[in-house]
């Protein structure tokens, strides 16, 4: 009678990975994790003088039955997926607005109607992840199939280009020729939000820059809420209904949308600088430091949208063009009427600075005063 072929660890681990990775609710990082907690017991265990097979069966008990470790990675893994799938959103969108003068429209041509322009790139990102890019890559995940990187740029890109083009057509019928670059815009916008939905893992650098991102829009959907609480007072206590309702809803959502491409990559850097800058320092101390960040970055955010709308209004004044296509109206006519526009929107323009920038230096404050709570809790000894 033959013995029984000797236990090989090794092959048992590829065989235990090989029926792990077939569960969709776990992600190749998480089975390496496991396989190293594996490992690690199964040392110890071997330690106390047990044989190879023996630990490895005891090592396989104390991790768990499969079936409870994929229902607890289920959870864990959604949040995450969801966290990844509105930050590809957000990057996408901010590739769209970033690469808007690769269209032929510079930023202070369409700063009037820029808020509308980020709300349409906006719904037009988040109704193709919904549509197609989401359920691609739950069944990916069916499949057990990586997606590689360069696939997920080509997809991304002719997506991009695709939804670019169909916006296109529909303007056709409008009587608005397709505008070529517009489609080299949309394409690069998909490229980069795909391949970052494919490619994208939190590590312990990525984590707080994600986690400072969406921390700044947040803030600046209570700048929203703040401002529009501020100046439209009158109309929200004795307007109609639906403005009292509408109203703050719209700003806490067209804020971050409209100034998205700014506040985002800013909120990153905060949520890489700060901790590491307020992590030896007092409480007060801290909170005095995001209180001046916030106020400083909030203040440059502002000025950057007082300059653009300096230049369109000089635009404006001096495009014949323009003026001629409006009929009878003299260049005196326009610009006496451009200075009438720009006194009203002065006076919102410093409501706005003086609610925003005490506001954002609140939210960085306490921002700052959190971040140095938990960095001291993790330099702190078990």
Not at 61 to 86: D, Q, S
Request: some cysteine; charged content about 15%; glycine content about 8%.
């Amino acid at each position: 009678m033959q013995n029984p072929a000797a236990f090989d660890l090794n092959r048992a681990i590829k065989s235990w990975r090989e029926q792990t990775s077939r569960l969709p609710s776990f992600r190749a990082e998480n089975v390496d994790e496991l396989e190293s907690h594996l490992r690690e017991s199964v040392n110890r265990l071997k330690g106390l003088g047990l044989s190879e097979e023996e630990a490895w069966i005891i090592a396989q008990k104390r991790l768990g039955i499969r079936t409870e470790l994929e229902l607890e990675f289920g959870k864990i893994n959604e949040p995450v997926r969801t966290g990844r799938a509105v930050t590809s959103m957000m990057i996408s969108i901010i590739a769209a607005a970033v690469l808007l003068p690769v269209s032929g429209h510079p930023f202070w041509l369409v700063y009037p109607v820029w808020g509308n322009y980020m709300a349409l790139i906006s719904a037009l990102t988040v109704l193709t992840f919904l549509v197609v890019v989401l359920p691609a890559f739950a069944l990916m995940r069916e499949w057990k199939w990586e997606v590689p990187g360069w696939l997920a740029m080509v997809a991304g890109l002719t997506l991009g280009s695709g939804v670019a083009l169909l916006v296109a057509f529909l303007k056709a019928w409008e009587g608005v020729g397709i505008a070529w670059p517009a489609l080299v815009m949309g394409g690069a916008a998909g490229a980069l939000g795909v391949f970052t939905y494919a490619r994208f893992r939190l590590t312990e650098r990525t984590q707080p820059m994600v986690k400072g991102a969406w921390l700044a829009m947040a803030g600046a959907a209570l700048c929203g809420v703040v401002v529009t609480l501020f100046q439209n007072r009158v109309d929200l206590l004795h307007g109609y209904w639906l403005d009292r309702w509408l109203a703050p809803p719209l700003a806490l959502f067209g804020y971050p949308i409209a100034a998205g491409w700014i506040i985002f990559p800013a909120g990153a850097w905060l949520g890489w600088w700060l901790p590491r800058r307020v992590q030896s320092w007092r409480a007060w101390s801290s909170f005095g430091l995001g209180c001046g960040a916030g106020a400083a970055l909030s203040a440059l955010m502002l000025l950057v949208g007082l300059t653009l709308w300096r230049l369109y209004l000089a635009h404006c004044g001096q495009n014949d063009a323009m003026i001629a296509a409006l009929g009878g109206v003299t260049k005196a006519a326009m610009q006496e009427h451009l200075m009438r526009t720009n006194e009203v929107w002065m006076q919102q323009y410093w409501t706005r600075f003086a609610v925003v920038v005490p506001t954002a230096a609140l939210w960085v404050g306490l921002w700052a005063v959190r971040a140095r709570k938990q960095a001291r809790a993790e330099l702190a000894p078990a």
